[in-house]
């Protein structure tokens, strides 16, 4: 019964997930701010290239092959420390923190937990931070916004609601994509509430997996 329950509720609130407003655009603009994409390089290779079958004609060129890992993030405290999703980064010193005005800079992983799932950047310019939440626990069925970053994309929002919480992590009923993880969950006053962690699939119904409030505070109180 409990199993159906969890397959029954996500379908019936992510038909109804338009039902909650958007934020006005400026509280929208004022929070991407803080919304990072973070690319992290895995490997690089060279690779020739012939740009002609022909003997004499023929050109070798050399093109490189960047893997690259790419995740979302947030600014938090002082502003010069980004909060993310520890598979994003894949334990590398270093990645690319982009904002919102497509200004990219390196930035420097001090902290990690492989564990939890997180990891803390450090970048030299300063981004406005978000506000933690003070409250741990949310209501069932609470509305909840998402600030993606998705890729080199112009930050987008999301809406939807917040279904239960099971060990350390939180459930929603928005879809995440691909590069979504680490991007903050908010509750209507702007304040993040949860981070992106995964997506998880029951019956054929996507929810979005989020690392909850009490694990983010105590990581980032270790710090």
Known sequence: ???????????????????????????????????????????????????????LLARVTTRVIQ??????????????????????????KSCAVSSLRNETQMGKVVKT??????????IKKPLPPLQLATASRLRSFESIHQIVHPMDKKCVEKVGYFLYHFNHQDFFTIRSE?????????NQNGEVISMVMATNVCGGITTTVGRDLKTLKKFLAAH
Do not use: Y
């Open 113 to 122: 937990d492989p564990k939890d799932d997180l990891a803390l950047i450090w």
């Open 67 to 92: 893997n690259n890992l790419n995740s979302s993030g947030f600014a938090i405290g002082n502003g010069h420390f980004v909060l993310t999703c520890f598979h994003g980064i894949d334990n590398r």
């Open 1 to 55: 019964m409990k199993k159906l329950l969890f397959i029954l509720i996500p379908f019936f609130f992510t038909q109804f997930a338009e039902a909650v407003e958007e934020w006005p655009s400026s509280l929208h603009n004022k929070l991407a701010q803080s919304v990072t994409f973070v690319r992290t390089l895995v490997s690089s290779k060279r690779v020739k290239e012939s740009t002609s079958s022909g003997s």
């Open 178 to 186: 691909h590069g979504n993880s680490g991007s903050p969950l908010f």
